[in-house]
């Protein structure tokens, strides 16, 4: 992520017809983010993609969450999103429990969607560490994983 920032800031220097820009207002705390990028600083022709989170961004110990609790899968082969098989409504790759639907959907987030999932899993796992994960205690264990 730094490396495409820095590119952007050299294309950005590049442009001889561009002012520089202005300071920016304060951002709430839960408006901030690494992934956004200010589109006052670059013309919209540089603006780079957004980029989505993966599994592959997230701390170790929750990459090893995802595998323990759904072999690090949001969908089944037939595309269908992952569900507990002991039948507690848990869904997708971190078997994110109906019980937070409501608070994923204040925040915008749908944990059907494999970026929405991860997005929330990080919300549980900021607020309460690995709390949310004791079904799969045994699995972290084995990585050297309290719970």
Request: proline share 5%; glycine share 6%.
């Amino acid at each position: 992520m730094g490396t495409e920032l820095l590119v952007g800031l050299l294309l950005v220097a590049s442009f001889s017809n561009i002012q520089p820009a202005q300071a920016a207002e304060p951002v709430k705390e839960e408006q901030a983010s690494l992934l956004t990028v200010d589109a006052r600083i670059l013309p919209k022709n540089v603006l780079p993609k957004p980029q989505s989170l993966t599994l592959k961004d997230l701390p170790w110990e929750m990459q090893k969450v995802a595998f323990c609790e759904s072999g690090s899968r949001q969908f089944d082969g037939f595309g269908r999103v992952i569900k507990n098989r002991v039948g507690t409504p848990d869904y997708g790759l971190f078997q994110i429990n109906a019980v937070h639907f409501p608070e994923a959907k204040s925040l915008g987030l749908d944990v059907m969607k494999e970026e929405d999932n991860i997005k929330f899993a990080m919300v549980l796992y900021k607020r309460n560490g690995l709390a949310d994960w004791k079904a799969s205690r045994q699995c972290l264990a084995r990585y050297g994983i309290k719970v």
